[in-house]
Every structure is written in structure tokens, then in C-alpha cells.
Nanobody, 125 residues
Framework: QLVLVESGGGLVQPGGSLRLSCAASGFASDDYAIGWFRQAPGKEREGVSCISYRIGITTYVDSVKGRFTISRDKAKNTVYLQMNSLKPEDTGVYYC??????????????????WGQGTQVTVSS
């Protein structure tokens, strides 16, 4: 069973940076799409970014393009989300999730089979 654990969240001022990590274990294949989602209080969960773990193709939602970068380190079984120029609206619980497909197909949460517990990101002035 694939297990995902997020880390790296915290409190940061607007304009600051934060790097989130998603450590994976219990997998036997690279054929996963790993997505980052976030959920702010009172709002629905939304997709942020996704990477085809095996191939390395990445996608981003418009609101984070140019500010966030998703990457993976296969030697460490870890996916990262580098977040720069953070804004208060980036605040929320960030989750990584895995879809049992080779490629990222979008940000429909129900299509992602495995989820981490989440890590809190707070951007406050």
C-alpha cells in the first residue's frame, strides 16, 4: 500500500518562500501521478500542481504558475513543491495525493487513490 507523508509547512510572510515535501513508501512502481492539493478554511479542496512521477511532466493551475515549482527526487522517493512569492490566499492545508496512472489527468480529487495527512501553510502579514 502506498503511503504519503507531507512535511515542510509553516508560517511565512507574504512574499516569502516555503518548500513542501511528500515522502512516499510502500510502492512497487513509478507509474503514478503525484498531485498537490490545498484546502483553505470554508473552501473546497483545489488542485495546485501535478507531476508524472516516472516521466517528470508537470502541470500547474493558473493561480500558482510562475511562483510554484513541482519536482521529484526518485532516489529519495520524494516529491517537492517549492512555493515562492507566497500570498495570503495560498494559505491552507496542503495535501499530496497519488493517482495510479502514468500521466497527470487533472485535479479531480476522486481520481487520486492515496492521500497524505496534510501540512498547514499559513501566509500572514
Amino acid at each position: 500500500q502506498l503511503v504519503l507523508v507531507e512535511s515542510g509547512g509553516g508560517l511565512v510572510q507574504p512574499g516569502g518562500s516555503l518548500r513542501l515535501s511528500c515522502a512516499a513508501s510502500g510502492f512497487a512502481s513509478d507509474d503514478y501521478a503525484i498531485g498537490w492539493f490545498r484546502q483553505a478554511p470554508g473552501k473546497e479542496r483545489e488542485g495546485v500542481s501535478c507531476i508524472s512521477y516516472r516521466i517528470g511532466i508537470t502541470t500547474y493551475v493558473d493561480s500558482v504558475k510562475g511562483r510554484f515549482t513541482i519536482s521529484r527526487d526518485k532516489a529519495k522517493n520524494t516529491v517537492y513543491l517549492q512555493m515562492n512569492s507566497l500570498k495570503p490566499e495560498d494559505t491552507g492545508v496542503y495535501y499530496c495525493a497519488a493517482d495510479r496512472g502514468l500521466f497527470c489527468s487533472g485535479y479531480v480529487a476522486s481520481k487520486y487513490d492515496y492521500w497524505g495527512q496534510g501540512t498547514q501553510v499559513t501566509v500572514s502579514s
